[in-house]
């Protein structure tokens, strides 16, 4: 696990009890929050984060005093990762979100890529627990997107369309200008079933039998990681290279999560 730096929680802290605060403070008190976080041991931080986030698992656990809210941890760290005023926002889902797990077993629970109709989608998302429905934490499921591939490479003209051929993702939202873009680009895939499922149309057979395979592939035939946030633990991944879930729970479980998503471009 990599920690915070320690001189981090030395001073007065921020006070944060809610999750709009933390998206306040990351607008209007970001000179504070910058000094807080630049200090010398951030280095070594910087080293180990970036070093988990660009290896194979592409994700990172991150730990911080357990006394020490996680509406502050996420904060700070999305602060230390260079989170500029301007790029908190409330489009299209937010850069700061009050994650409930379970409710109406939403898409949530299945794989899914963050912010699918951002024009840029974030890429990086920080979780920290807020509440958990019992003493052992709930994993969230992390997914390396390679090993999808490497499953596809039977196929490859499925695996081909999957990389190249683009689909509209705001059809849920027709006051917006369409997005396209490919399941599994490159450069940023996006994935979230419920926006894919009424395309299945306008697919071409190859595409149409890659989200298939893609499919099969997710309901169990990739292996994952399962890391918790818990009190003195944050998960962060990269959303670029990683597909997630949380976990399956019954709605209004308690599960609580801070979700702050670093990076991307949302609609402005």
Not at 239 to 266: F, T, W, Y
Request: hydrophobic share 45%; glycine share 8%; with cysteine.
């Amino acid at each position: 696990m990599i920690q915070l730096p320690e001189s981090w929680f030395e001073g007065r802290l921020p006070e944060l009890p809610t999750v709009a605060d933390c998206a306040t403070a990351l607008r209007e008190d970001a000179p504070r929050l910058r000094a807080i976080t630049s200090r010398e041991p951030a280095r070594d931080l910087e080293a180990g984060l970036f070093a988990a986030l660009d290896g194979e698992a592409g994700h990172a656990v991150v730990g911080y005093p357990a006394e020490v809210p996680a509406t502050v941890a996420a904060t700070l760290l999305a602060a230390w990762l260079g989170m500029p005023a301007e790029g908190v926002h409330d489009d299209v889902g937010g850069t700061v979100s009050h994650v409930v797990s379970g409710v109406g077993h939403r898409h949530d629970q299945a794989w899914h890529t963050d912010s699918t109709p951002w024009l840029l989608p974030n890429r990086y998302s920080v979780l920290g627990l807020l509440s958990a429905p019992g003493p052992q934490p709930e994993a969230t499921g992390v997914l390396p997107i390679r090993r999808l591939h490497t499953a596809l490479l039977d196929d490859p003209e499925a695996l081909a369309a999957l990389r190249g051929e683009a689909l509209p993702w705001r059809v849920n939202f027709p006051h917006l200008p369409q997005l396209w873009g490919a399941i599994l680009d490159p450069a940023v895939p996006r994935w979230v079933r419920p926006a894919v499922d009424p395309l299945r149309d306008r697919m071409s057979p190859a595409l149409a039998r890659g989200v298939l395979r893609l499919e099969a592939a997710l309901a169990g035939a990739v292996p994952w990681y399962e890391p918790a946030t818990a009190p003195g633990r944050l998960v962060m991944f990269d959303n670029h290279r990683v597909m997630h879930r949380g976990p399956l729970l019954e709605q209004d479980s308690g599960r609580e999560l801070i979700r702050i998503k670093i990076g991307g471009r949302a609609v402005r």
